[in-house]
Every structure is written in structure tokens, then in C-alpha cells.
């Protein structure tokens, strides 16, 4: 299946601007979602925003943030009586439609809303009319939800036009008609066609580009997060456009692109050979774990280049306490040195550091620092996973005996809930190097479907190429995972 990423797409003006703003602020209220996107809403609830549904439900003299779809003249009013500090984003284009919406009302014109009648936009267009109800022949105004289908719109307003002397300002915005008419573009061209939109089933403009794109003879799909998209099955999709509605960030979008075009999510690697490579060089073994660290350092940052979002490395195994008390040792204190001196990367980058394998096997000393970095950086997205005293069988050992005493009986899904990280994806694809061919007791439940990527580079001259090379690899392979 090819990948086409549909030109425009995603964050309109009217968002961008609302959730600039926002991120400028702390301790505010807002009044509804900000924007139809859980991505962004989840951040903002990072951020200290709390989300109301009622204007009174905002203590008098707080601060309340409107959003980019508006409110109704009688909303505003209540803020004031409240005396409340508003930051009023209100896009533009929807200014206008209250413009006109209001010009026509005090006209004396019994006035149309086209749009979802629950729609925020739509409730604080109707505060600004008087409810009439129009008689045939009579003369009304017509204004639309900015974020309408467009053809849709200019069909109702000619079915209108067969019952009403119609006066309409009723054009959607120039973002929603912008990426509608990119959706009809690609869904002309030849070929078996499907459009992903990306973007939450509450956004009113990402059920539109849907709309749109069945309407035009495609297959259309719809995502909100990695875990809807990877449920979707595109069957015989030979081109699939991909777009987004104005309110999903870009990030995600480039996130998805990436998922698509099989840049696995899931990066896990045997960093094997660093022992060889001190050898070959007459050095002491510590000095090629000290180096191996350095190669760690840089391929964390190539797989965030590359849009990996979990990266699991194996570094010291259950079997390793047999290797010598010196050699062990000096990995220990290494272990504590490179969490203590790369705290702040990590918060810097917005890169959560988590452990996996037997704590207690550990000093006091490292499970401090182990524990205060995975504290400071919990709430980030992007993951790196260290396996430190870790096996395979231990960690089904002991996902084994955490069940029997919850004494819940297994099946393959509850199992997964109780091994050390039950939440991360399954590795998609899995480096080994120093030309060994084995898998040496590393995640033996979670690597069932992996692919796996054999290099002989020993770990500390692992490169940047040698990793392009591998998921170049991955990206040519047909994961079928049981099926056909
Ligand atoms: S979709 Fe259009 S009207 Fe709505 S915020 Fe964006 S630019 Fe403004």
C-alpha cells in the first residue's frame, strides 16, 4: 500500500492561534474543549487547565479561556457579571458568521443555522438570533457551521431557495473548504483509493474530510490514536491519502505517517559485543561498556529523529551477576553515573525512562536514582526501556506467581497485565549485534511476532547508518503475524 499524505491538512489558523495561546497560560479555566482533540486536551489537563461545560461553573473572578468555536452573546455577558478575566480565541470566521447571523436577526429575518445543533459553534451562533419561524415565500438568512461539508452547505441552500427568498452568508471556512477540496483531488485520481483522516470522532471538520471522501467513491477511515489506527484494516487499498482535521496536531500526524510507512513503534536491541570490542583494542572490558554507553546515548537520539516512540535495550542480563565481581561492579556504578548525569536529557528531551527486571537484585544505591528518573519523567509520551537484571523466563516467573496470588486465571491477554511493563506495545522489531544469533532470554513473551535484525557490528560501533539499515530492512517485511 502506497502513502500519500494529503496536501493541506491538519491545524487551521483559527486552532493554532487558540492553542498558542493557551500554552501561555497556567491556572485558567476553559469553557468547553479548547479543541476536539483528546491529544491536545490530555496536555492542557498536564498543564493545570481545567475544563468547565457552564460559564457558572467558574468561580467568580477566574480566569476563563474561550475557545476557537465562540460563545453566544449571553455567555459573555454572564462572564462579566461574574467578573471574570476572559481570553477570548474565537477564530475569525466564526466572528462572522455572528456578524452576520446577528445582521440578519435585527433585520427582523427569521434566521437558518446549518450545522450540528450540539455543536459549540453552533449554540453560540444561535445566542446571537431571535427565534423566528419562517413562513414559505418569506425572506430568511442562512449562515453555516464553518467547518460544514462545503457541497453539502450549497445543496441545502438550494433546497432552501425552493421554499424561501433566501439571503445567505453561508461559506465555510477557508481551511475546512481548503482540505475538502485536497480530499477530492486525490480521491479523483485512478486506482483503488482510500482516505485516513486523522483526527477524534468529536471533531466536527474530521467527520466532514470522512464525509467527503466516501462521497467522492473512496474508502474512508478514521483514527484518533496509534491504537485505533493499528485496529484498521485497509484490505485492498492500493493508495491510501492520508489528511487530518484542524484540530490534530501535527505531531501525532507524523506520528501516524510513520506507522504507516512502517517505522516500527516498538525498537528493542541486544546491544551485544562491548567486552570484544575492549578486547580487539587491548583495553579493560569496563572500557567497552563505557563506550557501548556512548553508542546508547546516540541511538536514543537517532530512534527520536526517526519517530521511534518505544526503544528497549537489554543491559544487563539475569545470567550477567556470574560474570566477574569487578566487571559488575563497574557496570553498576556505570548504571548510576549515566542515570544521574543524563536526569536533565531526559526531562529536556520528554523522553520517560523506565526499568525493567528484578529490583531486588539491585543496590539501594541504583534503585534511588532508577526510581527518581522514572519519577521526574512519567508523564512523558516517547519511552526508553532499560532491562537491567532481566530474563525472559524470570520475568514469565514472575508474571506466573503475581497471578497465582491475585488468583486470577490466565488467558494470553490477562498474562500480558501482569508482566513488567503490561502497557508497552510488543517490540515490532528486534536488533542484535556482534554477529551472535541468538535471543538470549530477552523479552521472550513480548517478542512472539517481532522481526528480528542480525548485524555483525559489535554495540560500541553500532552507527547511524547501520540502524537505517536495519529498519530499511523491517520496512520491506510483510508482518503477518499468524494470518496469510
Ligand atoms: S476550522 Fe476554520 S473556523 Fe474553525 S477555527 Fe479553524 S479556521 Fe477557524
Redesign the pocket.
Known amino acids: 500500500m502506497r502513502i500519500e499524505v494529503i496536501e493541506p491538512h491538519g491545524?487551521?489558523?483559527?486552532?493554532?492561534?487558540?492553542i498558542a495561546c493557551a500554552l501561555r497560560l497556567r491556572d485558567v479555566y476553559c469553557l468547553h474543549g479548547l479543541?476536539h482533540n483528546e491529544i491536545v486536551i490530555d496536555e492542557l489537563k498536564a498543564l493545570g487547565y481545567r475544563f468547565v461545560e457552564r460559564i457558572e461553573d467558574v468561580p467568580e473572578g477566574e480566569t476563563v479561556l474561550f475557545s476557537?468555536?465562540g460563545v453566544s452573546p449571553q455567555v459573555r455577558e454572564i462572564a462579566a457579571r461574574r467578573r471574570l478575566h476572559v481570553i477570548d480565541t474565537t477564530?475569525?470566521?466564526?466572528t462572522r458568521?455572528h456578524r452576520a447571523a446577528r445582521d440578519f436577526s435585527d433585520r427582523g429575518l427569521p434566521v437558518i443555522i446549518l450545522g450540528d445543533s450540539d455543536h459549540a459553534?453552533v449554540k453560540g451562533i444561535a445566542g446571537e438570533i431571535k427565534p423566528r419561524r419562517p413562513r414559505a415565500s418569506q425572506r430568511v438568512g442562512v449562515v453555516a457551521q464553518?467547518?460544514m461539508d462545503a457541497d453539502e452547505v450549497a445543496a441545502r441552500v438550494s433546497e432552501l431557495r425552493k421554499t424561501y427568498e433566501v439571503e445567505a452568508m453561508a461559506d465555510?471556512?477557508?481551511?475546512?473548504k481548503e482540505r475538502q477540496d485536497a480530499v477530492k483531488r486525490f480521491c479523483a485520481a485512478p486506482g483503488s483509493r482510500g482516505v485516513l483522516v486523522l483526527g477524534s470522532g468529536t471533531s466536527a471538520?474530521t467527520k466532514r474530510l470522512v464525509a467527503v471522501a466516501e462521497r467522492c467513491g473512496a474508502r474512508a477511515f478514521r483514527a484518533g490514536t496509534l491504537d485505533e489506527l493499528e485496529r484498521i484494516d485497509f484490505g485492498d487499498v492500493e493508495t491510501l491519502g492520508v489528511t487530518s482535521g484542524?484540530?490534530t496536531p501535527e505531531r501525532f500526524f507524523d506520528e501516524a505517517v510513520k506507522f504507516l510507512r512502517h517505522v516500527p513503534r516498538h525498537l528493542a536491541i541486544i546491544m551485544d559485543g562491548n567486552g570484544r570490542w575492549a578486547m580487539r583494542r587491548g583495553k579493560r572490558r569496563g572500557e567497552g561498556h563505557v563506550a557501548g554507553a556512548r553508542t546508547l546515548a546516540n541511538v536514543l537520539r537517532w530512534c527520536g529523529a526517526r519517530g521511534i516512540r518505544y526503544l528497549t535495550v537489554y543491559a544487563f542480563s539475569t545470567e550477567n551477576w556470574k560474570r566477574p565481581k569487578e566487571e559488575v561492579d563497574g557496570l553498576m556504578n556505570l548504571f548510576v553515573k549515566m542515570l544521574r548525569s543524563k536526569a536533565l536529557d531526559f526531562v529536556h528531551n520528554k523522553v520517560r525512562f523506565r526499568m525493567i527486571g528484578r529490583r531486588g537484585d539491585l543496590s539501594s544505591r541504583l534503585n534511588a536514582a532508577i526510581t527518581r528518573l522514572e519519577e521526574s519523567t512519567r508523564n512523558f509520551k516517547r519511552e526508553f526501556i532499560v532491562a537491567i537484571s532481566y530474563g525472559g523466563r524470570a520475568e514469565i516467573v514472575d508474571a506466573v506467581n503475581a497471578a497465582m496470588r491475585a488468583g486470577e486465571p490466565i488467558t494470553e491477554e490477562t498474562f500480558r497485565n501482569y508482566l513488567y511493563a503490561p502497557d508497552v506495545p510488543d517490540p515490532d522489531l528486534v536488533i542484535r549485534t556482534s554477529g551472535e544469533l541468538r535471543t538470549s532470554n530477552f523479552l521472550l513473551w513480548e517478542t512472539a511476532y517481532s522481526e528480528y535484525y542480525f548485524t555483525d557490528a559489535l554495540w560500541p560501533d553500532f552507527t547511524e547508518a547501520e540502524l537505517d539499515r536495519a529498519l530499511a530492512d523491517y520496512a520491506k517485511r510483510h508482518r503477518r503475524k499468524g494470518g496469510t
Open positions: 491545524l487551521c489558523a483559527g486552532v493554532n492561534a487558540a479543541v476557537a468555536h477564530c475569525p470566521f466564526v458568521v459553534e464553518t467547518t465555510v471556512c477557508t481551511a475546512t471538520n484542524a484540530s
